[in-house]
């Protein structure tokens, strides 16, 4: 069996996922695995059944156990990847099983964590309720948002292309100014920090910060019967995503087309 530096090489190269939050711990569970007769799929369905269990957990305000099994949910993300890469059992059930994580996992602990801040077994907070209920339902629409370009691609694209008036090539947007060394001004400031707030919806990051929330909470209010600090959490989180959301509908509109030729050109050049 290779080591853990070689399978490193082997299974984690441009592949996706956040290198110390994900890859750091999973490839010492992969090598477990490995010799044993579980298998990719199997790591799937357990990760996807441990992330539903995790909402399930913190939605009756057991916090860091639910936090916990989150986390353990994200890690078998990367590991069941490794698996069929070392192994190549490549499968579409495999592709399907990650896309339904993606579309329920998250959005179904965020919605548990909504449930247990608003304290909705009890004297429910409605404003939080509200905004973290409808964040749940933006977080699984920007997902499948995101696979919509794939969609129209083969259908109804690829069915009748001479329907759709699609650019030749992708607009070049980069130009020699766009290429010279950017100087600090208040606008990419701005960008910088909006593109960092878009990152910290990212599974690692998200579950990072409501880690130090939660932490900050009991070392700040030690005693309060409530979730001060996860409310806020949570409706910040709802808020974010469904501006993302709106703007993500509204971008698409305007460049679908580039991107169907951008599948176009990619599948062509194949």
Same mark, same amino acid.
């Given at each position: /069996?290779? #080591? ?87 499968? /579409? ?24 801040? #608003? ?10 309720? *509200? *905004? ?8 699984? /629409?920007?997902? *499948? ?32 100014? *766009? ?26 990051? /998200? ?23 996860? #409310? ?8 974010? #995503? ?29």
């Amino acid at each position: /069996m290779e #080591s853990i530096k070689e399978l490193r090489v082997m299974l984690q190269t441009n592949v996706l996922g956040h290198p110390i939050l994900q890859r750091v711990p999973s490839i010492y569970i992969t090598r477990l695995l490995l010799p044993t007769p579980v298998t990719s799929i199997q790591v799937s369905v357990a990760m996807i059944v441990v992330g539903v269990l995790a909402g399930a957990i913190i939605s009756l305000g057991y916090i860091w156990e639910g936090l916990a099994l989150i986390y353990v949910s994200l890690v078998l993300d990367a590991v069941d990847g490794e698996i069929v890469r070392y192994k190549k059992t490549f499968s /579409m059930r495999g592709v399907y099983l990650d896309l339904v994580n993606h579309l329920v996992v998250f959005e179904a602990f965020f919605l548990g964590l909504t449930f247990a801040v #608003s304290e909705l077994w009890t004297t429910p907070n409605l404003v939080v309720l *509200a *905004a973290g209920v409808v964040g749940a339902l933006t977080m699984g /629409m920007r997902r *499948a948002i995101g696979d919509l370009p794939r969609i129209l691609f083969v259908r109804p694209y690829s069915e009748r292309p001479e329907l759709f008036r699609i650019p030749a090539t992708p607009p070049h947007t980069h130009t020699e100014a *766009a290429t010279a060394a950017p100087r600090l001004s208040p606008r990419k400031l701005l960008r910088d920090i909006l593109w960092g707030v878009h990152e910290l919806h990212e599974g690692g990051y /998200m579950i990072v910060v409501l880690v130090a929330s939660y932490a900050g909470e009991l070392l700040l209010f030690p005693g309060v019967p409530h979730y001060p600090v996860l #409310s806020w959490a949570v409706v910040l989180y709802a808020t974010t #995503s469904c501006l993302y959301l709106i703007r993500e509908i509204i971008g698409g509109f305007y460049t679908i087309e580039d991107r169907i030729a951008s599948l176009r050109d990619w599948f062509a050049s194949k």
